[in-house]
Each structure stands twice: as C-alpha cells, then as structure tokens.
C-alpha cells in the first residue's frame, strides 16, 4: 500500500511565523501534490512538483512556496502565517503517467493565530 | 476551465438502500476517473478508479461511466451507516499541462440513516 505521511496532524503557530509542512512518500512516486481545503471551497492546489527541484504552480499559490530535495519529500512553506491561512492541508503523490489516482496523507490541520 | 460537477447534497437513504452519487464533467479528453470517500476529520480514501465506458464492480461499490454523455457515477449498494461520509469525483485528463492533475468535485455529503 501507499503511505503518504504528512509530519503533523495538528499544528499551531502565530501570526507571522514561518511554517514548514513536510510530506514523506514510500512509493517512489514522481508526482507529489499540496492542497488545502476549507468548508464550502473544496479541494484547492496550491503546488505540486514532477520531479526532484521541480515545482509547477496550482491555482493558489500566493503566500506559499514549496521545496522537493528529494524525490520522496515535499514540504510546504508559509513565508509569513497569516490567519487566512488557517486550514487543513493535504498533501498527495502519484505516479508519473497521467492516469493514475492521488494517494493522500492524513492531513495536517493548521491554526494561525 | 475544467470543471466537475457534484450535488452537494446532503443525500438521505435508509440503511439497506442504494445510494446513487453523481458527477459530471465538462472536458471531453478526460480519461481517468476517481471516487474518494472522505469522513469528517480525514482525508480523501481513495475507492473506486474507473477509465472505460461501463461498469466496474468492487464489493458493494458500482462505479458507472459514460464518456459520451460526460457524466460517472457511483452506486453503493446494502448501504451501511459507516458509508455515511463525503463522495468525491475527481476527473483526469491528458490536456497539456494537467496531464499529472486530478480535478476534484466539491462532494456530495451521504447520510445512510439507521
């Protein structure tokens, strides 16, 4: 089976902070994705990379930034938290080809305060 | 802007009915097709993938599509209060520059009442 693990289930950081997000994948897979996701707005991209030091932006990156050193680790960056990003985050892998599913993390569930 | 579609719902059925989720899509290249479930608190489970016209069968999950019609469902039969959850359709397709993506619908939330 696929493991996804995400390094926190639960993270609290004050307004202004720099945060990490770290997401680690046993499969070798290529593609490694971060949503976030909020009630009423659904699942939201915000980076996802390709392939070690590759990064494509998603449909929200701004106040974000993202790092892949190696390929089974992708971490998520909030350069300064700002409580409009108060969220849970989401992070997924899969293989290169186009076809095949997302397999997500538990989750972290971020408070900005 | 590629778009999937999904009754938000909430869907009501009593235990022991069939519960029948819907999606539709508006990209026609799309080729691979998902179905999550996801409980309050957690993250999308993948359940069901599906990628040529028909139906596929997976214990009490049925998933059905139909290309030309733009439009995949899901049945979930002998449904069980433990299927009451979030239903996610997410939709792939081979356009350039997504080819890697999944679109997700916003969900239809399943109440399977006692």
């Known amino acids: 089976d696929v493991k996804v693990t995400q390094s926190s289930r639960y993270l609290v950081k004050r307004t202004g902070e720099k945060v990490f997000l770290e997401c680690v994948q046993d499969?070798?897979?290529?593609?490694m994705f971060w949503y976030r996701q909020d009630p009423g707005l659904g699942l939201r991209l915000i980076y996802f990379?390709?392939?070690?030091?590759?990064?494509e932006k998603g449909d929200i990156p701004e106040g974000y930034s993202v790092s892949r050193e190696k390929k089974e680790r992708f971490s998520l960056i909030l350069e300064s938290a700002s409580t409009n990003q108060t969220s849970m985050y989401l992070c997924a892998s899969s293989l290169e080809v186009g076809n095949q599913p997302q397999h997500f993390g538990d989750g972290t569930r971020l408070s900005i305060l | 802007q590629k778009e999937v579609e999904q009754n938000s719902g909430p869907l009501s059925v009593p235990e022991g009915a069939i519960a029948s989720l819907n999606c539709t899509y508006s990209d026609r290249v799309s080729q691979s097709f998902f179905w999550y479930r996801q409980y309050s608190g957690k993250s999308p489970e993948l359940i069901m993938s599906i990628y040529s016209n028909g139906d596929k069968e997976d214990g009490r999950f049925t998933a059905q599509l139909n290309k030309a019609s733009q439009y995949v469902s899901l049945l979930i039969r002998d449904s069980q209060p433990s299927d009451s959850a979030t239903y996610l359709c997410a939709v792939n397709s081979i356009s350039s520059g997504s080819a890697r993506q999944l679109t997700f619908g916003s969900g239809t939330q399943l109440t399977v009442l006692p």
């Open positions: 990379s390709y392939d070690v030091k590759m990064k």
């Open positions: 499969m070798d897979h290529e593609n």
